[in-house]
């Protein structure tokens, strides 16, 4: 399902004025202020609790790239660990993080090809999923999902004066897994990210 979304006169404005829609804007959820609101406007962000820490965005990462290849989709949202996101941007030093879900997908040779997952719910406890995080100073870790979904609950076409620009992919996500053999859990995830540059195709 291909969905377009025209930008209201004063986010128009606001990102005029900052020249760079790439940037992160964190608005802050009403009932935990330590992760972003859900949003459907392509704000750059992400956050989840992990255990009792949270996983979020920073200034000086790219917070989500996609990849296709071999009938498989890689999503992967990486920032840093930390037990509240206030001075999240004065970080220097922080534990990062990639959170990368791996499923199976129709071929996409393009980031407008992403508005096909629209509506979409990975289940990460299917054989046919895998789930990685890797931290700082850390290989890659397969966890093992006890349950869990991934789910795209849009995927919008974004024009600017007429033009594509990006498809904004917006969703939530929770996981309950084994890493080294201990129970771990992420809940309240959420994203709302634009995708244009940071999606590669090797179909």
Not at 24 to 37: G, K, Q, V, Y
């Amino acid at each position: 399902m291909k969905t377009n979304l025209i930008l209201p006169a004063c986010l128009l404005a606001l990102l005029s004025a900052c020249s760079d829609i790439e940037r992160t804007i964190f608005i802050r959820d009403d009932h935990d202020s330590n992760l972003p609101a859900y949003t459907e406007w392509g704000y750059n962000s992400f956050g989840a609790k992990y255990e009792r820490l949270y996983f979020f965005v920073h200034k000086s990462i790219v917070p989500c790239k996609i990849t296709h290849w071999e009938g498989r989709l890689h999503f992967s949202l990486a920032g840093i660990l930390g037990e509240d996101t206030y001075g999240y941007y004065d970080s220097l030093y922080p534990e990062t993080m990639t959170l990368t879900v791996s499923f199976p997908a129709e071929p996409m040779y393009e980031y407008r090809d992403l508005v096909a997952l629209h509506g979409r719910v990975i289940d990460l406890a299917d054989a046919s999923c895998e789930v990685n995080i890797e931290r700082t100073d850390q290989t890659g870790l397969t966890v093992t999902p006890i349950k869990g979904h991934l789910t795209f609950r849009r995927a919008q076409l974004l024009r600017i004066d007429e033009k594509e620009n990006r498809v904004i992919l917006s969703g939530n996500f929770d996981l309950q897994f084994l890493a080294n053999g201990k129970p771990e859990s992420i809940a309240d995830g959420r994203f709302d990210v634009g995708i244009y540059t940071d999606f590669y195709s090797f179909d």
